[in-house]
C-alpha cells in the first residue's frame, strides 16, 4: 500500500520491500552519523571533563614554563577525545544494524504484529520508520516506534509527520492502547516531531550504563494513548 504526497511534500508513503534493505540501513547510518559531532560536544562540555582538561593544562603549563607545548598537548587530548567518542558512536550504529535493521523484512513482519514504512521521492528513500509490539511485562497492546530518521534535505517537508502518523494509524488499525518511542538528548528535532503529534513526554533518565550516567547522557521516553475506537 502506498500513499501519495502532492507537490508540498514531493514524497511517497509505503511499505518495505526486501529491494529497500541496503538502502534503508545506509539511510540509517547516514542519520544516526550526524550525531557524532554533537555528542562530542556534549562530553567535553561536561563540568568534570572541562575541570579534568584545564588543571592538566595547568600542569603542563607550570611544569614546562611555556605556552607552546601545553597548547599542543591539549590540542592532541582534544583531537584522542573526538576520535574515541566518534568510534563509540560508530560502534553503537553498527550494534543497531546487527539487531532488527539486519533482517528488516523478518523483524518487522506482519507476522509478528509489525510494520515498516519508506518515504520514497525521486525514485530514492529518504524517510523511514518502523512499529513493532513491545516486550516485557505491562507491554500487552503497546507498539514501539523505532528507526524514525529523514534524509536532511527533506526536512520541513512533512516526512517524518506523514511517518509518524502511518504508525499511529497502524496501531489504531491494531487496536493498540498506546505507542512508545525512546529518543535521546541530542535528537532535538526528533522530540518537537513527535510533540506535534501529541505524543507526552515522560522524565527524562539516565542511560543505564556507567558511561551513560557519567556523560550526562539521558533518554526520554514518549508516550502516545489510544482511546478505544480511536
Given at each position: 500500500?502506498?500513499?501519495?504526497?502532492?507537490?508540498?511534500?514531493?514524497?511517497?508513503?509505503?511499505?518495505?520491500?526486501?529491494?529497500?534493505?541496503?538502502?534503508?540501513?545506509?539511510?540509517?547510518t547516514e542519520g544516526m552519523s550526524e550525531y557524532g559531532p554533537a555528542l562530542c560536544v556534549?562530553?567535553?562540555?561536561?563540568?568534570?571533563?572541562?575541570?579534568?582538561?584545564?588543571?592538566?593544562?595547568?600542569?603542563?603549563?607550570?611544569?614546562?614554563?611555556?605556552?607552546?607545548?601545553?597548547?599542543?598537548?591539549?590540542?592532541?587530548?582534544?583531537?584522542?577525545?573526538?576520535?574515541?567518542?566518534?568510534?563509540?558512536?560508530?560502534?553503537?550504529?553498527?550494534?543497531?544494524?546487527?539487531?532488527?535493521?539486519?533482517?528488516?523484512?523478518?523483524?518487522?513482519?506482519?507476522?509478528?504484529?509489525?510494520?515498516?514504512?519508506?518515504?520514497?521521492?525521486?525514485?530514492?528513500?529518504?524517510?523511514?520508520?518502523?512499529?513493532?509490539?513491545?516486550?516485557?511485562?505491562?507491554?500487552?497492546?503497546?507498539?514501539?516506534?523505532?528507526?524514525?530518521?529523514?534524509?536532511?534535505?527533506?526536512?520541513?517537508?512533512?516526512?517524518?509527520?506523514?511517518?509518524?502518523?502511518?504508525?499511529?494509524?497502524?496501531?489504531?488499525?491494531?487496536?493498540?492502547?498506546?505507542?512508545?518511542?525512546?529518543?535521546?538528548?541530542?535528537?532535538?528535532?526528533?522530540?518537537?516531531?513527535?510533540?506535534?503529534?501529541?505524543?507526552?513526554?515522560?522524565?527524562?533518565?539516565?542511560?543505564?550504563?556507567?558511561?551513560?550516567?557519567?556523560?550526562?547522557?539521558?533518554?526520554?521516553?514518549?508516550?502516545?494513548?489510544?482511546?478505544?475506537?480511536?
Amino acid at each position: 500500500m502506498a500513499w501519495e504526497f502532492g507537490e508540498a511534500g514531493g514524497f511517497m508513503l509505503r511499505e518495505f520491500q526486501p529491494g529497500d534493505a541496503d538502502e534503508v540501513r545506509e539511510l540509517f547510518t547516514e542519520g544516526m552519523s550526524e550525531y557524532g559531532p554533537a555528542l562530542c560536544v556534549h562530553v567535553l562540555q561536561q563540568p568534570w571533563v572541562m575541570l579534568t582538561l584545564t588543571g592538566a593544562f595547568l600542569l603542563l603549563v607550570a611544569s614546562s614554563h611555556s605556552l607552546l607545548l601545553p597548547v599542543l598537548l591539549l590540542a592532541l587530548m582534544l583531537a584522542a577525545s573526538h576520535l574515541v567518542l566518534g568510534q563509540v558512536w560508530a560502534l553503537y550504529i553498527r550494534r543497531c544494524l546487527s539487531q532488527d535493521l539486519m533482517d528488516i523484512g523478518e523483524a518487522y513482519s506482519p507476522q509478528r504484529g509489525a510494520r515498516f514504512w519508506v518515504a520514497e521521492a525521486r525514485g530514492q528513500i529518504v524517510g523511514m520508520v518502523g512499529a513493532r509490539p513491545a516486550e516485557g511485562q505491562g507491554a500487552s497492546g503497546v507498539l514501539v516506534l523505532k528507526r524514525m530518521v529523514v534524509r536532511q534535505d527533506y526536512r520541513g517537508r512533512g516526512v517524518g509527520k506523514a511517518l509518524g502518523r502511518a504508525v499511529l494509524a497502524f496501531a489504531c488499525e491494531q487496536g493498540s492502547r498506546a505507542v512508545m518511542l525512546v529518543t535521546h538528548r541530542l535528537q532535538r528535532e526528533a522530540r518537537n516531531l513527535y510533540l506535534s503529534l501529541g505524543f507526552r513526554p515522560e522524565a527524562p533518565q539516565p542511560l543505564p550504563t556507567f558511561y551513560g550516567r557519567l556523560a550526562d547522557f539521558t533518554l526520554t521516553r514518549y508516550r502516545y494513548d489510544l482511546a478505544p475506537g480511536d
